[in-house]
T-cell receptor, first 119, second 112 residues
Framework: QLHLQESGPGLVKPSETLSLTCTVS??????????WVWIRQPPGKGLEWIGS???????HYNPSLKSRLTISASTYSNQFSLKLTSVTAADTAIYSC???????????WGPGTLATVSS | QSALTQPASVSGSPGQSITISCIGTSSDVGAYDYVSWYQQHPNKAPKLLIY???NRPSGVSTRFSGSKSGNTASLTISDLQAEDEADYYCNSYKKTNTPHVVFGGGTKLTVL
């Protein structure tokens, strides 16, 4: 059974970089034909798609975050990662990784990890 | 403000049917059959209910169905049950200079 788990620091200072990793177990990120996705949800608010990556390295980014965002993948580690630079309080959210197609049908989710931007 | 418009809340009694709308534009919902719906219970990860407008993943109850007309997608839940009380989100592919995904703002379903 496929399992996704997010990890990373829970607290980041304003203007610094948020780095998160999603570890995939029970399946390979390179073997399924799926995209691997980051989605966030500010506390008490709705979902926001951050971006997606194929194991080959092909990426799609949210235009509103593109200038600050890098998503990468490691088939060796069976992980994919997110780096969001110059964070502000508006980036405080539960960050979740998921599996899907490039643009929809996110069918397996991690439990999510809260990242708080505060000094 | 979310890119797709959903009602903030809907309600229904057990056994009834309800429909949640998801209004987009000719650049997203109206242009492609790449609309999904998710159910989210409090403090839980979202669960995929519908993809490609009308398809249900294996294991999802047949009480959940999706449809689309023009720029509006809809999720219908029939034979409403207490455990259906949750937040529901739609999402769509959006084709612009930079193809990306847009979500609706979410709808709180209350089972009376």
């Amino acid at each position: 059974q496929l399992h996704l788990q997010e990890s990373g620091p829970g607290l980041v200072k304003p203007s610094e970089t948020l780095s998160l990793t999603c570890t995939v177990s029970g399946g390979s990120i390179s073997g399924s034909g799926h995209y691997w996705v980051w989605i966030r949800q500010p506390p008490g608010k709705g979902l926001e798609w951050i971006g997606s990556i194929y194991f080959s390295g092909s990426t799609h980014y949210n235009p509103s975050l593109k200038s600050r965002l890098t998503i990468s993948a490691s088939t060796y580690s069976n992980q994919f990662s997110l780096k969001l630079t110059s964070v502000t309080a508006a980036d405080t959210a539960i960050y979740s990784c998921a599996r899907g197609t490039a643009f929809e049908a996110f069918d397996v989710w991690g439990p999510g990890t809260l990242a708080t931007v505060s000094s | 403000q979310s890119a797709l418009t959903q009602p903030a809340s809907v309600s229904g009694s057990p056994g009834q049917s309800i429909t949640i709308s998801c209004i987009g534009t000719s650049s997203d919902v109206g242009a492609y059959d790449y609309v999904s719906w998710y159910q989210q219970h409090p403090n839980k990860a979202p669960k995929l209910l519908i993809y490609d407008v009308v398809n249900r993943p294996s294991g999802v109850s047949t009480r959940f169905s999706g449809s689309k007309s023009g720029n509006t997608a809809s999720l219908t839940i029939s034979d409403l049950q207490a455990e259906d009380e949750a937040d529901y989100y739609c999402n769509s592919y959006k084709k612009t200079n930079t193809p990306h995904v847009v979500f609706g703002g979410g709808t709180k379903l209350t089972v009376l």
